[in-house]
């Protein structure tokens, strides 16, 4: 009774692998995050339907300690690819963490690039900015030369005529009569108005 148990128990087991084997041969594998298209599976397990390979023992006792065995066997190999499997994902992890320090130190590297670049940028326009003051400051200078030239020329044109008119009004002083001598001449050009 305890053989067929046991018997019974490990078709259940093997169907149960052998079914969770055929459906993930058959559907096809699909990861959220590391599909990774060139991942080698491992080859069916020999444990598997390995236990009715054999002659069925004979006797309960015998069936249990082929069975721990068997059992052993499997939690050794699956302890070593659990392993692999660790060791595999710190590689993948220290592999990201290398790619995210290159692309950090690239990043860095470029942000160091683009600051030379504005400060080169800022050199050439603080070198433009100062050309275009001189030369702003040369044109206000060359302008205002040119109105004190304007200006000058002006003053003097003033000057000439305050002196003619200076000029004239002596020569037309000449002419003039003092107040003494102002009534008399009043009265002979009264009388005589062909010398006015």
């Known amino acids: 009774m305890a053989m067929k148990a046991a018997a019974v ?29 060139d991942h080698v599976y491992l080859k069916p397990t020999p444990f598997i339907g390995s236990f009715l390979k ?6 309960p006792k015998e069936a249990y300690r082929k069975l721990a065995l068997l059992r052993r066997d499997y939690d050794k190999q699956v302890k070593v690819i659990r392993k692999e499997f660790i060791e595999e994902l710190n590689l993948k992890q220290l592999e990201k963490a290398r790619k995210d320090e290159a692309s950090k130190a690239e990043l860095l590297r470029l942000r160091e690039e683009r600051k030379k670049l504005k ?28 109105k004190l030239k ?28 003092a107040e003494e ?16």
């Open 9 to 37: 128990l490990l078709r259940r087991t093997t169907n149960l692998h052998h079914r969770a084997l055929s459906t993930c041969a058959t559907e096809k594998p699909y990861h959220h995050h590391d599909y990774n298209p």
């Open 54 to 59: 054999d002659d069925t023992p004979k006797n």
């Open 150 to 177: 304007y200006w000058r020329r002006r003053q003097n044109a003033i000057e000439k005529k305050k002196i003619k008119k200076r000029e004239l009004i002596c020569q037309q002083s000449a002419q003039w009569i």
């Open 181 to 196: 001598k102002l009534e008399p001449k009043i009265l002979e050009a009264v009388m005589d108005s062909k010398v006015l």
């Open 119 to 146: 400060a080169a940028a800022a050199v050439v326009r603080a070198a433009e900015r100062k050309a275009s003051d001189e030369e702003f400051r040369l044109t206000l200078a060359k302008e205002k030369a040119e």
